[in-house]
């Protein structure tokens, strides 16, 4: 089976974080206290579903061999957006989640903007541009206050059916709305090309402005996504910059376990899902293992690195030393 | 005679204050095979980037068909028809040979790309390129270079081009490849193409050509049929100088006894298999045979670079383990490598010329750590002058030099540590023929004053010109050893080959 082996070569890193986080998230439920009802897998997918939305939101970035140190200001940004625009009656609420929508996703056109045409180095123009949007989300909420549309939340954060959480269906749908169509396209293609080799990219007549632009525009998209969660969830609109700042570095952590490669060019946003459940699968395992809180850094740095280790235990079997290198 | 179907006048291009395009001129006819000759730095390369869209001429017009025309990028190019395949491969290393090919017009379905007909249609491409062998879900990365640019030819065709540029796109190739290639050019021009090329091996312009433009300094400077000039003239025009011996005489002399180097059953992985040499003071030994039979390898196993390496190498007689690079160049061993790919094994292509010199010698120039400028600047100087490199001076990033004074540097700085063994993979690929020339003549210099060399090349008139002896790898065995008169091209193809010597007619499209 030749394009069954190409296709176990192209998704080994996307398998790998679903082993993972098969294997922790067995290991919690197994231990867990009590009997395992609907709600437990509630609880986990609402954490769960958030990170991941962030980590598909960096993958998209990473990909291109950029990276987007502003994805946390966005969901916190966001957040503060969607505690003042997201009430009152079903129309106002639905204008709402537009506005908050297009907002990220304008945040995210910027900084593909100032990427592509200022040839501004990606860590240093997301650095900044991350200052200005934890800056207005300051603005927006100098204290945490504000709601949500109660109704709304209940039923996003509930379960459909009585089984299924409603936010894994939701993550679902940003998978078959943004991600497929992205990966499947001339420009999610040419994104992956950017992110391999620009020069050929340019070479070949690939449109590596448009896929830039639509990664960067298509993170900010997700990253609202998140803030609009994380409303949903908190019902407040905090503009936190220890909140923004981890979900910034989780998001990295998430796709280097989903096996995205950093620079660039290999990976996918499911894989990156993966990898965010695996490492928010960290905090469940400490949980149930009567763990005190404070161990929580420590072991998810520990995950952390033990997932790059195994990641490169590969070039063990190197035997041409110039291969270290590429 | 029909009139031009592309026209280029007085297009000028030039890159800081250098001139890479004077006035230059150009007509391309449909069904024509044109060759484009020229020393490296003549302006070939910057003349075709102008054509492909990758670069905007200063000066100048250009005409499409009748039309006037302007490219700002390749893509614009693409869409007038004029599609080029690149030497230095436009394949994103990370997508497989399917996507490659379509890169920038997959075959589409409600918006999504239609990846089996992709795939069918990227095999189709290859077969017509003349590489059914290749498969298109393969990763480009994995596969080597030569049948990356077998790929990269594909994807070229796949675009159905009106006028396709070859830019030194056989160089890498195998001798089999280069045969098909050729087969498929000459259909293609009985199609209505209209071919351009620009190509080192002057066999490759014999085989092909049906006119031929020589440049030189970035200008025309003439224009003619194929086979109405003989190889000493239009070399003569390439170089603007009378064009004496190719290559430095060979002395005749007694080699010392001992030798320098010996390997006996070298093995690495399957690439190379039971290996046994030895190598002489003020010798130069050829590797030949077809691309990728492990003679690369080969020299990276004698410099320390592989893993897990079987069988024995003397050093002056006495048993020695390579473990790295580092180790290869110290005093006892006194070995240097000049690699491969000068641009990403050789140099640190933004950093000056100066710093390039000093790398591999960095210990030679330095006390207690801190590098002694005074005593830099001379080895820099010294070399500068030994190996005539030119450069704008020693502070300019080595990227701006051409490719033959980047090669220079890459040697030079290797030269620093006077090497008693010296190795080199290749190093005349895609470099003009002057430089080459130099190179030739440095080589049998360093050989008389007892340095001993192992030197691979792809080129057969290399091995025959400079060599004393020649070892052909076949399947990472030394298949045979030639010596002295019996290093022709004859025995040297029938050998990579692996036919019996002497038995073989010129026939397998680089012999003739």
Avoid at chain 1, 252 to 278: R, T
Avoid at chain 2, 336 to 360: C, Q, Y
Avoid at chain 2, 491 to 500: C, R, V
Wanted: overall charge neutral.
């Amino acid at each position: 089976m030749n394009g069954l082996r190409y296709w176990y070569t192209e998704n080994r890193g996307t398998i790998a974080a679903f082993g993972l986080f098969v294997l922790m998230f067995a290991i919690y439920l197994a231990n867990y206290p009590s009997a395992i009802s609907a709600n437990v897998i509630l609880t986990a997918a609402n954490k769960a579903v958030l990170l991941a939305l962030v980590a598909m939101a960096q993958a998209l970035v990473v990909l291109t061999a950029g990276i987007d140190l502003s994805v946390g200001m966005m969901l916190v940004l966001t957040n503060c957006l969607a505690s003042w625009l997201v009430a009152g009656d079903a129309l106002h609420t639905a204008l709402g989640i537009i506005g908050v929508l297009a907002a990220g996703a304008l945040c995210g056109a910027l900084n593909g903007v100032i990427i592509i045409y200022g040839r501004l180095q990606p860590i240093v123009t997301t650095i900044a541009t991350g200052a200005v949007f934890y800056g207005l989300a300051l603005l927006l909420r100098p204290v945490p206050g504000g709601a949500i549309n109660d109704d709304l939340g209940d039923a996003l954060t509930g379960k459909v059916a009585g089984v299924v959480p409603a936010s894994l269906l939701i993550l679902l749908a940003a998978v078959l709305i943004v991600w497929i169509p992205f990966q499947r396209s001339a420009i999610g293609r040419a994104a992956y090309a950017a992110g391999s080799s620009e020069p050929a990219a340019f070479l070949s007549g690939m449109p590596i402005r448009r896929a830039k632009f639509a990664s960067y525009t298509a993170a900010g998209l997700l990253a609202a996504l998140g803030g609009l969660f994380l409303t949903f969830f908190t019902d407040t609109g905090e503009a936190s910059l220890g909140s923004a700042n981890s979900y910034t570095l989780f998001s990295i952590a998430a796709v280097v376990i989903g096996g995205v490669s950093l620079l660039g060019g290999k990976g996918s946003a499911i894989g990156a899902i993966f990898g965010a459940f695996a490492f928010r699968s960290i905090g469940d395992l400490l949980f149930v293992f009567n763990v005190d809180a404070l161990w929580q850094p420590l072991f998810q740095g520990v995950i952390l690195l033990l997932a790059v280790t195994i990641g490169a235990c590969g070039l063990f079997r190197v035997r041409n030393r110039l291969e270290w290198f590429e | 005679m029909e009139t031009a179907f592309f026209r280029m006048s007085g297009v000028s291009k030039s890159y800081g204050g250098a001139l890479a395009l004077e006035r230059a001129d150009l007509a391309v006819r449909r069904g024509r095979i044109h060759a484009i000759l020229g020393e490296n730095g003549a302006g070939k390369s910057t003349l075709l980037k102008v054509m492909s869209g990758v670069v905007q001429p200063d000066a100048g017009t250009m005409h499409l068909d009748g039309r006037e025309v302007a490219f700002a990028s390749p893509a614009d190019a693409n869409a007038a028809g004029i599609v080029c395949v690149y030497q230095e491969l436009s394949l994103v290393p990370d997508l497989s040979v399917a996507d490659n090919i379509f890169a920038s017009n997959p075959p589409t379905r409600f918006g999504m790309i239609d990846r089996r007909a992709q795939r069918r249609q990227a095999a189709a491409a290859l077969a017509r390129a003349g590489a059914p062998d290749i498969d298109p879900l393969a990763k480009v990365r994995d596969l080597p270079l030569s049948r990356q640019q077998m790929v990269e030819l594909a994807k070229g065709l796949a675009r159905e081009p009106r006028i396709l540029i070859l830019d030194e796109a056989t160089s890498a190739l195998t001798a089999a490849d280069v045969a098909r290639v050729i087969d498929v050019l000459r259909r293609l021009r009985d199609e209505g193409l209209a071919i351009l090329f620009i190509s080192h091996r002057m066999h490759e312009v014999k085989a092909l050509a049906d006119e031929c433009t020589v440049y030189r300094n970035g200008r025309h400077v003439t224009s003619f049929a194929a086979g109405t000039r003989s190889d000493t003239e239009v070399i003569e025009m390439m170089i603007g100088r009378t064009y004496q011996h190719a290559f430095p005489a060979k002395p005749a002399r007694r080699l010392p006894a001992e030798p320098v180097l010996a390997c006996r059953d070298l093995a690495w992985n399957d690439v190379l298999r039971g290996i046994s040499f030895a190598l002489k003071p003020g010798e130069i030994l050829g590797l030949g045979g077809l691309d990728g039979q492990g003679q690369r390898e080969l020299l990276l196993a004698l410099f320390g670079v592989l893993r897990g390496c079987a069988g024995h190498i003397d050093i002056d007689g006495k048993a020695v383990s390579i473990a790295s690079p580092a180790a290869a160049r110290g005093a006892r061993i006194g070995m240097a490598l000049i690699p491969e790919d000068r641009k990403t094994e050789g140099l640190m292509l933004p950093m000056s010329v100066r710093e390039n010199l000093s790398f591999a010698a960095l210990d030679r120039m330095s006390a207690a750590g801190v590098i002694d400028r005074g005593r830099q600047q001379s080895c820099v100087d010294r070399m500068m002058e030994l190996l005539a490199i030119k450069s704008a001076g020693v502070d300019v990033p080595v990227g701006s030099l051409s490719g033959g004074n980047q090669q220079k540097v890459v040697i030079a700085k290797w030269l620093i540590r006077q090497p008693r063994i010296l190795l080199l993979s290749d190093p005349t690929r895609g470099i003009d023929v002057g430089t080459k020339q130099e190179i030739y003549q440095l080589l049998r210099r360093l050989a008389d004053e007892g340095a001993a060399i192992v030197f691979h090349s792809t080129d057969y008139d290399e091995l025959i010109g400079c060599c004393d002896r020649v070892l052909v790898l076949y399947e990472g065995r030394i298949k045979r050893e030639l010596v002295g008169k019996e290093i022709t091209e004859q025995n040297l193809i029938a050998s990579a080959l692996d036919l019996p010597v002497g038995q073989v007619s010129p026939s397998t499209g680089v012999a003739t």
